[in-house]
């Protein structure tokens, strides 16, 4: 089966560096994907990981380690708006995409 | 401007009665998705349709319907067989179901639906 794991909730201060972890589970893995939702609204895509190694977009960065089945966003300087949902999904040789339970994370003044 | 478009935005039902929601893009992309999510969880897969007039069912398809006879448009069909239908149902699409970097999910607004 794919199942993928990250923590529940990260609190953490405006202007601070926080990372959001994730574990996966992905038969014929390809790719780990990260997205963020705002409260009620729709997921919006944020980086994308095939390789290993560190990407880099703006403020918000992502990891993947095939080898350790491991990933993580990395969001830095963080801002008040930054306060949402943020999920991993793996996507994989069925052509789904499956998403871990969500990390909300709170920013805190 | 180029998106998808989930329709209503709530949405309430008598139990027993089976009801439609819509979701069409004007992306022209070629794949699409069924979500459903419930407080406080993350997103599970329904169904979804790679080309026209094909889908395969996703994680939590029992309780369901789909069809994909034109590109565009993807409706789910919630049955009175689906035992707890009331959600957050998100439908997405993207350009190839390869969803790498050049293809991601591209989400509409979802659809709030009540079942009482």
């Known amino acids: 089966g794919q199942s993928l794991e990250q923590p529940s909730e990260v609190t953490a201060v405006e202007g601070a560096i926080v990372q959001i972890n994730c574990t996966y589970q992905?038969?014929?893995?390809?790719?780990l994907s990260w997205y963020q939702q705002h409260d009620g609204g729709a997921p919006t895509f944020l980086s994308y990981?095939?390789?290993?190694g560190l990407e880099e977009t703006g403020r918000f960065s992502s990891f993947l380690s095939r080898s350790d089945s491991y990933g993580y966003l990395l969001l830095q300087e963080l801002q008040m708006k930054d306060s949402a949902s943020y999920f991993c999904?793996?996507?994989?040789?069925?052509?789904?995409?499956?998403f871990g339970q969500g990390t909300t994370l709170q920013v805190k003044p | 401007d180029g998106g998808i478009t989930q329709s209503p935005k709530y949405l309430f039902r008598k139990e027993g009665q089976n009801v439609t929601l819509s979701c069409e893009q004007n992306?022209?992309?070629?794949?699409m998705y069924w979500y459903r999510q419930d407080p406080g969880q993350g997103l599970r897969l329904i169904y979804y349709?790679?080309?026209?007039?094909?889908?395969q069912k996703g994680d939590i398809a029992e309780g369901y319907s789909v069809s994909r006879e034109k590109k565009e448009s993807f409706p789910l069909t919630v049955t009175s067989a689906q035992k707890n239908p009331t959600a957050f149902y998100l439908c997405?699409?993207?350009?190839?179901?390869?969803?790498?970097?050049?293809?991601?999910?591209?989400f509409g607004n979802g659809t709030r639906l009540t079942v009482t």
């Open positions: 997405a699409s993207s350009l190839t179901g390869a969803l790498g970097e050049d293809s991601p999910l591209h």
């Open positions: 992905t038969s014929g893995f390809y790719g």
């Open positions: 990981n095939a390789l290993d």
């Open positions: 999904a793996g996507s994989g040789n069925t052509g789904k995409l499956i």
């Open positions: 992306l022209n992309h070629d794949a």
């Open positions: 349709s790679q080309i026209v007039n094909d889908f």
